[in-house]
């Protein structure tokens, strides 16, 4: 109950952008291939991120399985929070994320690949670059659309006079593409979940009170930052693509496990890995600890998402309208029969109110209050 009557005064709300404004439905809609084939660029990226907990990684490896790929087993793999995966494939360095990780890690990327990723991402595509040893292979463009009924929701939200800002870790011509379509005038683009808790703390420090909607794990840094959180259910949540302890049968699995003549090949329980490729994976695991499984938002919504956060403010704000139109009633009860039934005001020498209509008059009172509260 705390949180929802904290709720009541909220002025400003932050939305996370993928799975809790968008369909949860990431698909593939582009491969840009430079120097090998489609094939080749979507295997390559689906073996770094086979076992990566990222929806990306999802829409990456299930796509490659329903193509028929041979993928390559990898000796190691680390997912690094808001950029992208990097994996060790064949003692080869393989990163799948964002262009300014790859870049900051000294991969050359070619002017042609830079502009193709700029024209994805304003037309509201995430281009996602796939590296191999110190060049970038190609793009791989996913999507994520946005909801029908969130445009409707946000709508409703501003018209009751709430504060919207877009926080994400998309990039800059993606936030934009988004916060047009949303009509949303504050985005903040290209965060980590740190950056996002910074963001939530200085909208605090100008007064406002902050709610922030997203995903529980994701965003569990700005969720724990903000007055309020609140969990949005996403069709995003799924389990990573391969439990990284259990062996999935299927038919490109049994093709991975034999040679070119059908015979079968022994399958190592732990790949082999040079000493210093397992202290460099180590250390980069190391870097990301720290965020906690047993995080609870303060309010979680159900199925609809963003829709029944807009039916849940109309309710608490109903309720607090009905709560004030009680008080009311209770003063001028007080006021208009309280002095009289004291014997304060007289008409003709008695009560101007008889004790019998006053008592009448507060049963009414009380069953009126009552009918008042219920009231929707």
């Excluded at 994996?87 to 964002?98: E, N, S």
């Excluded at 916060?179 to 420090?205: M, P």
């Amino acid at each position: 109950m705390g949180a929802l009557t904290e709720l009541m005064h909220v002025d400003t709300i932050a939305f996370n952008r993928n799975g809790t404004l968008t369909e949860g439905n990431v698909f593939i809609s582009a491969l840009v291939p430079e120097g090998m084939t489609q094939g080749s660029l979507l295997a390559l990226a689906a073996s770094a991120e086979r076992e990566a907990t990222h929806p990306y990684a999802h829409a990456l490896y299930d796509t490659a399985v329903q193509r028929g790929l041979h993928l390559q087993r990898h000796s190691a793999a680390h997912e690094t929070e808001s950029f992208g995966v990097e994996a060790l494939i064949a003692r080869t360095p393989v990163r799948v994320g964002k262009k300014e990780w790859l870049q900051e890690e000294n991969i050359e990327i070619s002017a042609a690949l830079l502009t193709r990723a700029d024209q994805l991402a304003t037309s509201g595509q995430t281009p996602l670059f796939v590296s191999s040893s110190k060049y970038a292979r190609g793009i791989i463009a996913v999507r994520d659309d946005i909801r029908a009924e969130v445009r409707r929701a946000l709508q409703q939200l501003k018209e009751r006079g709430l504060s919207l800002i877009l926080l994400t870790g998309e990039t800059k011509r993606l936030a934009n593409a988004t916060s047009k379509e949303l009509r949303i005038s504050e985005v903040r683009s290209d965060l980590t979940s740190a950056d996002k808790a910074r963001e939530i703390r200085l909208l605090q420090s100008r007064g406002s009170v902050v709610a922030m909607v997203g995903d529980p794990m994701a965003d569990q840094a700005a969720m724990r930052a903000a007055d309020i959180s609140i969990g949005c259910p996403s069709s995003l949540d799924r389990p990573p693509a391969i439990e990284a302890n259990e062996i999935r049968h299927d038919p490109l699995h049994e093709e991975l496990l034999r040679g070119p003549d059908g015979e079968d090949v022994p399958q190592e329980i732990e790949p082999l890995m040079a000493p210093e490729d397992a202290a460099y994976f180590e250390a980069q695991a190391l870097r990301n600890q720290g965020r906690s499984t047993n995080f609870t938002p303060d309010i979680m919504l159900d199925a609809q998402g963003i829709p029944s956060l807009v039916t849940l403010w109309d309710t608490i704000n109903g309720s607090r309208a009905r709560a004030r139109q009680n008080l009311w009633l209770s003063i001028i009860f007080v006021l208009l029969f309280t002095p009289s039934a004291a014997g304060a005001l007289t008409f003709f020498d008695g009560a101007l109110l008889s004790y019998p209509f006053v008592g009448g008059t507060l049963i009414f009172l009380f069953i009126l209050l009552i009918v008042n509260a219920l009231r929707k």
